[in-house]
């Protein structure tokens, strides 16, 4: 087999000489010099450009980029977050393995435990990543994998990461993180133990509302067999969005800073308004009243870029709240240029009833603001407003 892998690993900078942007290659397949090498790439033995269901140039750029960033050994790139997941879950487990999922999970991951993973013999068990007591008594028993995410969506609680990830190398258990609400350098998983870290690129890596992708980031020991599943299931980021997330990536650290400030801003002034009017919590991870401030501090380079606040009168006065914006957008996901306004209720935990989201710490009257450019100032006036109605 090649030593080389064949999907994105770290690279030094672009040359500044020649073109300054990566040509978009379409091509679904490459013509080779001889047959020796048509048999070597098809084998698995030669990288480069073969068939694009295998890899090609614009997205192991892309995957390039986020090793670096994530400091790890390679990326392999998918055509959407839940690509990615399933694909990270789907690649190490299968029928009698046990599979510990975190209950405070996105709701695309919670289905897939629920609805798929049985369905190929997989024991899934959740627990609670807010009581890691709940991970201590499942763990008593042989686990594969622990899959959980940090910052949770929506409430915006943090999970202390080296707590999980200590207790699953102790017992040879493999973590799984979406990192997708705070993707480095807000929070490098990595570095805390975790042996693959899962973004939905949609979202700040894109950065502009305009690609679906996902990726997956760790050690080539688990990467290579990650890579191997994408290759037979046929779930590779196309070249047109790779070549988009490229153009993004410059403006990462830019963006990432001036979200993280809106966000900020915009949950100070909101934690104004409690008690004076419909506001009755804010929650933020940068707020030093935060209930995980101490793990904040240890693994997190700021709050991020999402801020939620609960209104009293539950669901109808959040959903007249939600219609009274005129700057905020009403539209799932975050991570853009354009600030975005969800109800949980009915998005991300839509599939529980009132019930289990509150059970979750997700009361009816919260609302999910993911922070865009717009200023902080121009942001607050519209949730003012929209308060009004």
Same mark, same amino acid.
């Given at each position: 087999?090649?030593?080389?892998?064949?999907?994105?690993?770290?690279?030094?900078? !672009?040359?500044? &000489?020649?073109?300054?942007?990566?040509?978009?290659?379409?091509?679904?397949?490459?013509?080779?010099?001889?047959?020796?090498?048509?048999?070597?790439?098809?084998?698995?033995?030669?990288?480069?450009?073969?068939?694009?269901?295998?890899?090609?140039?614009? +997205?192991?750029?892309?995957?390039?980029?986020?090793?670096?960033?994530?400091?790890?050994?390679?990326?392999?790139?998918?055509?959407?977050? $839940?690509?990615?997941?399933?694909?990270? &879950?789907?690649?190490?487990?299968?029928?009698?393995?046990?599979?510990?999922?975190?209950?405070?999970?996105? +709701?695309?991951?919670?289905?897939?435990?629920?609805?798929?993973?049985?369905?190929?013999?997989?024991?899934?068990?959740?627990?609670?990543?807010?009581?890691?007591?709940?991970?201590? !008594?499942?763990?008593?028993?042989?686990?594969?994998?622990? /899959?959980?995410?940090?910052?949770?969506?929506?409430?915006?609680?943090?999970?202390?990461?080296?707590?999980?990830?200590?207790?699953?190398?102790?017992?040879?258990?493999?973590?799984?993180?979406?990192?997708?609400?705070?993707?480095?350098?807000?929070?490098?998983?990595?570095?805390?133990?975790?042996?693959?870290? /899962?973004?939905?690129?949609?979202?700040?890596?894109?950065?502009?509302?305009?690609?679906?992708?996902?990726?997956?980031?760790?050690?080539?020991?688990?990467?290579?067999?990650?890579?191997?599943?994408?290759?037979?299931?046929?779930?590779?980021?196309?070249?047109?969005?790779?070549?988009?997330?490229?153009?993004?990536?410059?403006?990462?650290?830019?963006?990432?800073?001036?979200?993280?400030?809106?966000? $900020?801003?915009?949950?100070?002034?909101?934690?104004?308004?409690?008690?004076?009017?419909?506001?009755?919590?804010?929650?933020?991870?940068?707020?030093?009243?935060?209930?995980? !401030?101490?793990?904040?501090? !240890?693994? $997190?380079?700021?709050?991020?870029?999402?801020?939620?606040?609960?209104?009293? +009168?539950?669901?109808?006065?959040?959903?007249?709240?939600?219609?009274?914006?005129?700057?905020?957008?009403?539209?799932?996901?975050? +991570?853009?240029?354009?600030?975005?306004?969800?109800?949980?209720?009915?998005?991300?935990?839509?599939?529980?009833?009132?019930?289990?989201?509150?059970?979750?710490?997700?009361?009816?009257?919260?609302?999910?603001?993911?922070?865009?450019?717009?200023?902080?100032?121009?942001?607050?006036?519209?949730?003012?407003?929209?308060?009004?109605?």
């Amino acid at each position: 087999m090649s030593s080389e892998p064949l999907y994105g690993t770290p690279r030094v900078h !672009r040359d500044p &000489i020649g073109p300054l942007v990566a040509p978009l290659v379409r091509a679904t397949t490459s013509g080779q010099p001889d047959t020796e090498a048509l048999r070597a790439c098809g084998a698995g033995e030669r990288s480069g450009d073969f068939y694009q269901r295998v890899g090609h140039a614009n +997205g192991r750029q892309f995957e390039s980029l986020v090793a670096e960033l994530e400091g790890a050994d390679g990326a392999v790139a998918f055509a959407s977050g $839940m690509a990615a997941m399933t694909a990270a &879950i789907l690649t190490f487990a299968g029928a009698g393995n046990r599979v510990l999922i975190a209950e405070e999970i996105y +709701g695309g991951t919670s289905g897939l435990a629920n609805v798929d993973l049985p369905r190929f013999g997989v024991h899934v068990e959740r627990f609670s990543s807010l009581d890691l007591s709940t991970l201590d !008594r499942a763990l008593q028993r042989p686990a594969r994998l622990v /899959v959980f995410e940090t910052p949770i969506n929506p409430t915006l609680r943090v999970i202390d990461l080296r707590a999980v990830t200590d207790r699953c190398r102790e017992l040879g258990v493999l973590s799984i993180l979406d990192g997708t609400f705070a993707p480095p350098p807000i929070q490098r998983a990595l570095q805390h133990g975790v042996d693959l870290v /899962v973004h939905s690129a949609t979202k700040f890596f894109g950065g502009h509302s305009d690609v679906l992708a996902g990726v997956v980031a760790g050690r080539h020991a688990l990467l290579t067999s990650i890579d191997g599943f994408r290759r037979r299931t046929g779930a590779i980021l196309a070249p047109d969005p790779a070549w988009l997330l490229c153009r993004s990536w410059p403006t990462l650290p830019l963006r990432l800073q001036a979200q993280q400030a809106a966000a $900020m801003e915009l949950a100070l002034r909101l934690r104004e308004l409690v008690g004076r009017g419909p506001i009755v919590g804010v929650s933020y991870p940068g707020l030093p009243e935060h209930p995980d !401030r101490a793990v904040i501090e !240890r693994q $997190m380079s700021g709050g991020g870029c999402v801020v939620s606040f609960e209104v009293a +009168g539950g669901l109808p006065r959040a959903r007249a709240v939600l219609d009274g914006f005129h700057v905020i957008a009403r539209a799932a996901s975050l +991570g853009g240029v354009e600030s975005l306004a969800t109800l949980p209720a009915f998005t991300t935990h839509a599939a529980l009833d009132a019930a289990a989201r509150a059970r979750a710490g997700i009361p009816d009257g919260l609302i999910r603001v993911a922070v865009g450019l717009e200023g902080a100032a121009i942001l607050f006036e519209d949730v003012v407003q929209a308060l009004a109605h």
